[in-house]
């Protein structure tokens, strides 16, 4: 069987046509003279395979349809085939053009369909996803493709045949004989890691690399790997269209993957490695050595940039000099300071350099300390007979010799829990115990004011309802020590904590563009969006895009199950629904590209850092994301919803969970679409770790000898906005009685804190140096309403509502003088 090409001109038209065409030419009286300035129509040669057998390639290819190619060859053994030797199947002539190509781009030039010949060579992979991976990027690990070998004798054929095309087109070099993946990397994947690029190459068909020359590389870059700009501008000068984002982005993964695919078929893994540098290098040096230099100038430079040295936060919340280094001339405002403690604590630290005397004065009072003072030693001294709740004095005088100087070190004040004293929140365990008799499941209670751990109660269960809304046969008693997801105080105590921190030290800049630090986040406006403007809510976001669901309200292509999609995503596809700066609209894509940000100025992900840079220094073990993953026990946390996500029934979609849902993060886009990991939800904590965290904010940043952000920094982002008083930098603030449901009527208007959707609720008040920490698992009980109208039956509780529970324990403290 023998295919004709379908566009042979002259034996398609009759006679009075050819007739009148060749009058037309005769009557035309022309010169031809050959210009040196011309070059071939075509400029690439570039390999796919049909995925389908031979009668649906043919069909596809010949029939009308859109698809064409010049060339077609068929393998042995496919029964669709109905020759008994193998032939070339010729469908388009190659002086014209063939829609094979698609959307593409190879070494400066686009759609390919203009300056290419294709052959398409029947070879059928197969694709195996996941249901959740529909949508994922063309090489992404979560899919399963099985590539067969190519039949030798197709091989042998479309070798002849290449070497047919090149006789004819001088123009395509080794460098242009490429893969339909190489072309088009992000929707591709043709002709598979089994294309035997190697005997192509070695049949003089194609580019290739020395190993020599990779071996020269491999032993430079296994010891320093270049980056991933450079890797990207190193891709570009081969030929690929690769943004050079510095970010190993869905496109830079996709283009690594074809490229491996190409040069590396056992190594194809997408990550910007020492290996992939080491052929890319190789094959730039043999063909293309005049871009190679720049690139190698560039490496070198990288091996000797250093990282912007970031000076460390401090191990004090006083570390003060004496003499002062550059005094007043107002003598009485020297060598003078504040600290904060607490009556009866508190320590100072007298790192002497050589002095061997001094006096040394707290509240006006003179301490006992050595006498003499030892040189480059260290001391340590007890204030607890001088110091007061809040602020206190020191003042340092006659540092001798003349000459010699000391450092005083005041730590940071911590929490000593005092629970003796109940009586006075009486009222608030009465009204919360009342509820639970009537149904809520339960709560724990925490409560610091000045240093002391003053209340940490528990009520009720932690596991009460099954999955089917009926009280559990094994309900589990709340305990003070269970910990609870905190829906979005996580925003605050893992994101807000991490950014004040970034701050503090000199990473970050709130008033920068967010593209300063995430390259990739242009167009449609993100370039003039503040990193401020999202801690503030006034982006233009919609409030939430549920990437979890194919039905989302922006389509099924924002539907994503990967994390390294959904950030993808939120970088580069989220529209605005507002303008800029125009009005606050709360928004966990906010927070989910603050969490992003994070993790691109620290290089960790997002629990990795906070958990070991901010909980851990503090000693905080039961603060973190995906506990269960690390070895938390189920029975230790606290259920939230009974029926997975489904609203009892009313909401459905794939994957969804439909047990009761405990240790897992119920927000269903950080649980399904960021891997449990997110800026917006995904904390686990207790009632004691989140004490101590309050602590650490009422002591304006450190605690004990951490010190995790600066006081200015906390000022920074708990000052109201001035287009309304209850923003801060991500902080909900009290402002004057304007959120009393969650601050309660008592509040000062310096309080700060938030609410999570679980049920929990944070208050910070440092004008009564007080904190209110109110967790529950509210949503962990039935569901009233229809399909559309309901509500979770815990949030009909005066404990599930905040405010009343807020509201007792400022009266408990103002109204009971032995607290």
């Not at 993946?181 to 002709?191: L, M, V």
């Not at 912007?308 to 003598?331: C, G, H, Y």
């Not at 607890?384 to 004040?413: C, H, I, M, W």
């Not at 994957?655 to 009761?660: I, K, L, P």
Request: charged share 20%.
């Amino acid at each position: 069987m023998t295919l004709y090409p379908a566009n042979v001109l002259f034996k398609q038209l009759g006679c009075a046509a050819i007739l009148t065409l060749l009058v037309s030419c005769s009557t035309l009286n022309y010169e031809f003279t050959r210009s040196e300035n011309y070059s071939h129509r075509v400029k690439f040669l570039v390999m796919h395979y049909t995925a389908i057998n031979y009668q649906q390639s043919k069909s596809a290819l010949v029939d009308k349809g859109g698809l064409s190619a010049h060339y077609l060859l068929p393998e042995s053994d496919d029964p669709s085939y109905p020759e008994s030797s193998l032939k070339v199947f010729q469908l388009v002539e190659e002086q014209h053009r063939a829609w094979h190509a698609g959307q593409s781009y190879w070494q400066g030039r686009e759609d390919l369909n203009d300056h290419s010949i294709g052959i398409e060579i029947v070879n059928v992979p197969k694709c195996y996803y996941p249901e959740h991976a529909e949508l994922a990027m063309e090489n992404d690990a979560s899919k399963l493709c099985l590539f067969p070998d190519y039949d030798a004798k197709q091989i042998d054929l479309l070798i002849e045949l290449s070497k047919d095309i090149l006789a004819r087109n001088p123009d395509i070099g080794p460098t242009q004989v490429v893969g339909h993946s190489d072309i088009a990397a992000t929707r591709k994947n043709d002709p598979g890691p089994r294309f035997p690029w190697y005997q192509l190459y070695k049949a003089g068909i194609g580019a290739w690399y020395d190993s020599d020359t990779v071996d020269k590389y491999w032993q430079k870059f296994s010891v320093s790997v270049p980056t991933i700009n450079l890797m990207q501008i190193a891709l570009q000068n081969y030929g690929y269209h690769v943004p050079a984002t510095n970010q190993l982005d869905l496109h830079t993964l996709d283009t690594l993957s074809a490229f491996q695919m190409h040069f590396l078929p056992a190594h194809v893994t997408g990550n910007p490695d020492a290996r992939t540098a080491a052929v890319l290098f190789a094959l730039l040096e043999k063909y293309f050595p005049d871009k190679l230099d720049k690139l190698l100038v560039e490496y070198e430079q990288q091996q000797m940039t250093v990282d912007k040295i970031v000076a460390p936060l401090a191990n004090a919340q006083v570390i003060a000099r004496f003499p002062e280094l550059k005094p007043s001339t107002r003598q009485l405002v020297n060598n003078r300071g504040t600290f904060k403690a607490y009556q009866g604590r508190g320590t100072v630290m007298i790192e002497n350099d050589n002095a061997t005397s001094a006096d040394i004065y707290i509240n006006g009072e003179k301490i006992n300390i050595a006498s003499p003072l030892s040189a480059a030693r260290t001391y340590q001294y007890s204030l607890a007979k001088r110091t007061r709740n809040g602020l206190n004095t020191y003042k340092v005088d006659n540092v001798l010799p003349e000459g010699a100087s000391l450092t005083l070190r005041f730590p940071y004040p911590t929490l000593i829990t005092d629970t003796r004293d109940q009586q006075p929140f009486k009222a608030v365990d009465e009204l919360i115990n009342q509820e639970v008799a009537a149904g809520f499941p339960g709560a724990v209670l925490a409560v610091v004011k000045e240093g002391r751990l003053i209340k940490l109660s528990h009520y009720g269960d932690a596991y009460k309802y099954a999955s089917d809304g009926r009280v559990a046969n094994n309900p589990k008693k709340m305990r003070s020590d269970t910990l609870f997801d905190i829906a979005s105080n996580a925003k605050m105590f893992a994101t807000n904590l991490a950014l004040m921190k970034l701050v503090s030290e000199g990473k970050l800049d709130v008033e920068k563009p967010l593209f300063y630090y995430l390259p990739e986040y242009r167009g449609s406006g993100r370039e003039q969006r503040l990193v401020k403007d999202l801690l503030t809510h006034r982006a233009g976001y919609p409030a939430v895009v549920d990437f979890h669901r194919k039905d989302n309200h922006l389509g099924e292509a924002f539907f994503s199950h990967s994390s390294l999609r959904t950030k993808n995503l939120l970088l580069t596809g989220v529209p605005f629904i507002a303008g800029r700066d125009i009005q606050h609209r709360y928004s966990d894509i906010d927070y989910m590209l603050l969490g992003i940000l994070i993790e691109r100025i620290t290089g960790l992900p997002l629990d990795v850092y906070v958990e070991g840079q901010i909980y851990q220094p503090l000693g905080l073990t039961n603060t973190l994301y995906n506990p269960l993953q690390k070895g938390v026990a189920r029975d230790a946390i606290a259920a939230t919803e009974l029926a997975g996500n489904s609203r009892d029934g009313r909401v459905t979609f794939s994957n969804m969970r439909s047990h009761v849902i405990q240790g897992q993060v119920h927000d269903e886009k950080a649980f399904h679409s960021l891997a449990g990991v997110a800026g917006h939800a995904g904390l686990f904590s207790n009632g004691a770790d989140m004490s101590v965290l309050a602590q650490l904010l009422l002591n304006r940043g450190g605690y004990g000898e951490q010190q995790i952000f600066t006081p200015q920094v906390l000022e920074q982002f708990i000052k109201p906005q001035a287009s309304d008083e209850t923003y801060g930098l991500g902080w909900r603030r009290a402002g004057h009685h304007a959120r009393k449901w969650h601050f309660g009527p008592y509040a000062s208007a310096q309080a700060y804190g938030h609410t999570g959707w679980t049920g929990t609720v944070t208050v910070i008040d440092p004008a009564y140096d007080l904190a209110i920490i109110l967790l529950t698992n509210a949503r962990h009980t039935p569901i009233e309403g229809d399909e559309t109208n309901y509500e979770f039956i815990g949030k009909q509780f005066e404990t599930g509502q905040y405010g009343s529970i807020i509201s007792l324990v400022y009266e408990a403290i103002f109204n009971h003088k032995s607290i």
